[in-house]
């Protein structure tokens, strides 16, 4: 979603803050979506797993033991030719889909380009999803200090709420 500026007032509001709207539209204008994107995207990797080689990690003992619903599901999927993938951010793995995590159901994922349940298909719309909400937090985060700059450029006051808990 493109982040808007009712988006930024509100998650500064979240924050303790209170901004101009008119203020949250200008600082949203300094950021650059495009290339915040690019760069989180950049920051993924998929791996696939046929079942018949070693893991992208570990031994096929750690995905493929059947004492939970994804390795149950692994299990399944490859023992109908279907392939799992490993999605990794910055060189750490951040999951493992034994099926399309974007279609209801236990749909199997394939390794036969073309098909609509390729796996590349199904990583791209993790990724996506992904990249999606830490691409809107770091707007939201970018966008919040440049309007506080502005606020204060501009001798705007805004307000802040000291936010205590209680223990």
Known sequence: MAVQSIDLVLFASRNGLAISNKIAKEALGFISRA?????????????????????????SDRWLHGNDGSSLSAIEAIKNGGVVYFLYKNGQMKSWQPHRADIPGRIHMVN?????????????AHIARDVEQDVDEQVLKSALDKALDLHEARGIPYSAVLITTKG
């Open 35 to 59: 290339t915040i994107e690019a760069t989180e995207k950049a920051k993924y990797e998929v791996k696939v797993w046929d079942g018949k080689t070693d893991p992208p990690l570990g031994t």
């Open 112 to 124: 036969s380009p073309g098909d609509s349940n390729h796996w590349e298909t199904a990583a791209n």
